[in-house]
C-alpha cells in the first residue's frame, strides 16, 4: 500500500499525537475566525458553563476564553494533549476557569442541560457533524449555542482525486447547505455560517508543519512508519493546494430551540 493510498486512521495513534502535540494548532483556524464565531454568541456570564470538546493544546480555547465569560471545560482523547493545555492555561493565567480534562466526545462527562455553550474547532469530524451535534444536544441548555468547524464541500462536484481523498478520510463530508439542513432538523436555529480563509489553513496549519516534520524524520530516522506518516501529511497539503476551491472549514452555529 502506498503512502498516498493509506488513511490518517491507519497511523499509530501515539504517532499522531506526538507529531501533533509539537504544533500550536492541530487543524485548520486562526484567532480571528475564533472571534468572529463569538460574535454571534449571546448572553453568556460569569457563571455560564462551557464546553471545548476536541480541544487539543487549546491554542483557539485560549482566544476564546480570554473575549468570554464563563467556566469552560475542555476535553480531548490525548492526555499529552491535556497536560499541554493546562500548562498553557497557567501560561496564559486562565487556569482558575479554564481546565482541561481527558476524555472522549462520544461520552462527554457533561450532565443533561448543564452547558451555555459547546465549542468544538476541527474536530467533530471524529465523532462526524450530525451525531455529533444530536447527541451533544441534550447537554445544552434551551436558547444554548453550539459552535463547531467542519470540512465542507463547497462545489456539488469535485476532481475524482480530491473526492476520493475525502470520502476514505470523512466518509461524512457534505456540502454547506447540507449541513445547516442537518442543523435545523437536529433541533437548532442556524445562526451563522461562514468559510475560514485559505490562511487558517496555509499560514496556520501546513507551513507550521514544515519544521515539526523535518524535527521528526531527523529523531526517528530510518523510521519506514514516522517516514509514512510526514510524507502523509505533505501529500495532505499538496492537495489543498491544488483543489482548495472546492472544500475547506466552515464554522458553523446553532442556537438550540
Not at 487549546?58 to 468570554?68: I, L, P
Not at 450530525?130 to 445544552?140: A, C, H, P, T, V
Not at 489553513?201 to 509514512?228: H, M, S
Request: charged content about 25%.
Amino acid at each position: 500500500m502506498s503512502t498516498e493510498s493509506k488513511s490518517i486512521h491507519e497511523f499509530d495513534f501515539s504517532l499522531i499525537c506526538e507529531y501533533f502535540s509539537g504544533l500550536e494548532r492541530q487543524g485548520p483556524g486562526s484567532p480571528e475566525t475564533t472571534l468572529q464565531a463569538l460574535k454571534y454568541i449571546k448572553g453568556l456570564n460569569k457563571k455560564s458553563r462551557i464546553a471545548d470538546i476536541g480541544c487539543g493544546t487549546g491554542s483557539h480555547t485560549m482566544v476564546m476564553a480570554k473575549h468570554t465569560p464563563g467556566q469552560i471545560t475542555s476535553l480531548d482523547l490525548f492526555p499529552d494533549f491535556i497536560q499541554r493545555f493546562n500548562d498553557n492555561a497557567k501560561q496564559h493565567g486562565l487556569e482558575q476557569r479554564v481546565r482541561g480534562i481527558t476524555g472522549s466526545m462520544e461520552e462527554p462527562p457533561f450532565t443533561t442541560e448543564e452547558l451555555d455553550m459547546i465549542w468544538s474547532e476541527g474536530a467533530i469530524y471524529n465523532i462526524g457533524f450530525e451525531q455529533g451535534i444530536i447527541e451533544w444536544r441534550k447537554f445544552l441548555k434551551p436558547g444554548g449555542y453550539i459552535a463547531v468547524t467542519d470540512a465542507s464541500w463547497f462545489t456539488t462536484s469535485r476532481p475524482r482525486e480530491i473526492e476520493d481523498f475525502w470520502v476514505k478520510e470523512y466518509p461524512g463530508i457534505d456540502l454547506i447547505s447540507v449541513r445547516a439542513s442537518q442543523m435545523e432538523k437536529s433541533g437548532y436555529k442556524v445562526v451563522a455560517t461562514f468559510i475560514l480563509p485559505d490562511y487558517c489553513w496555509t499560514d496556520n496549519y501546513y507551513v507550521p508543519q514544515i519544521a515539526r516534520q523535518e524535527e521528526f524524520l531527523k529523531k526517528y530516522a530510518g523510521n519506514k512508519a514516522v517516514l509514512e506518516f510526514v510524507n502523509w501529511q505533505r501529500h495532505e497539503a499538496k492537495l489543498y493546494d491544488k483543489y482548495r476551491k472546492h472544500y475547506g472549514y466552515v464554522f458553523f452555529i446553532g442556537k438550540k430551540l
